[in-house]
C-alpha cells in the first residue's frame, strides 16, 4: 500500500463500533477503507462514473469502479455493516443515490469538492491536473481528509511522490 496501512484481514477492525463514532471520525474511517479498497484491488478509479460493477454482481471479490464519491459510498456501506454493495444499487449509481448514503455523515458541500477535485472542475481542478492515475487522485483525495481530521481541504493539495 503507499504510505497508510490499514489493519490487515477485515478492513474494519477498530476499537470503536461505528455507531459510536462522530461524523468526523467515520468520515477518516471511510476514507481509510478506501484506501485499503484500492489497494487490494476492489475498488478502482474511473472518471465520469459514479460507481459501475462487472456484469456479474453478488461476488463481493469483484472490482467495483468509480469516481471518488462512488469510491466514499462503497467503503461507507462497507463499515456500516449494511448490506454488501451488491445487494443496496444496481450496475450503476448517480449523484442522488450517493448523496443520499453519505449525508448523514459528509455535509454536502464536502462532497461537492470531493467530485469537483476528482473531476477536476472549477476551483479544485488542480487536484486533477496533479495526478495521471485515477486510483493514486482518490488516494491522495483520501489522505487530505485523513490528515484533516474528516475535512477534504482542497486548498491543500498533495502532489505526486517522484
Given at each position: 500500500m503507499r504510505d497508510y496501512e490499514v489493519a490487515t484481514g477485515n478492513s474494519f477492525k477498530r476499537s470503536m463500533d461505528w455507531g459510536d463514532m462522530s461524523p468526523a471520525e467515520q468520515r477518516v474511517e471511510i476514507a481509510k477503507d478506501v484506501r485499503?479498497?484500492?489497494?487490494?484491488?476492489?475498488?478502482?478509479?474511473?472518471?465520469?462514473?459514479?460507481?459501475?460493477?462487472?456484469?456479474?454482481?453478488?461476488?463481493?471479490?469483484?472490482?467495483?469502479?468509480?469516481?471518488?464519491?462512488?469510491?466514499?459510498?462503497?467503503?461507507?456501506?462497507?463499515?456500516?455493516?449494511?448490506?454488501?454493495?451488491?445487494?443496496?444499487?444496481?450496475?450503476?449509481?448517480?449523484?442522488?443515490?450517493?448523496?443520499?448514503?453519505?449525508?448523514?455523515?459528509?455535509?454536502?458541500?464536502?462532497?461537492?469538492r470531493i467530485e469537483a477535485a476528482f473531476e477536476g472542475w472549477g476551483d479544485c481542478e488542480h487536484w486533477r491536473d496533479s495526478w495521471d492515475d485515477p486510483d493514486d487522485l482518490i488516494d491522495a483525495i483520501m489522505q487530505n481528509i485523513i490528515d484533516h481530521k474528516g475535512t477534504f481541504r482542497p486548498d491543500i493539495v498533495y502532489q505526486r511522490k517522484s
Open positions: 485499503w479498497l484500492i489497494a487490494r484491488k476492489k475498488f478502482s478509479g474511473q472518471y465520469m462514473t459514479y460507481t459501475q460493477r462487472p456484469a456479474v454482481r453478488h461476488h463481493p471479490e469483484e472490482e467495483c469502479r468509480g469516481c471518488a464519491l462512488g469510491a466514499l459510498m462503497y467503503a461507507a456501506l462497507h463499515l456500516s455493516g449494511s448490506p454488501w454493495i451488491s445487494e443496496v444499487y444496481s450496475d450503476n449509481v448517480g449523484r442522488t443515490c450517493i448523496r443520499t448514503a453519505l449525508r448523514d455523515v459528509f455535509p454536502g458541500h464536502q462532497l461537492g
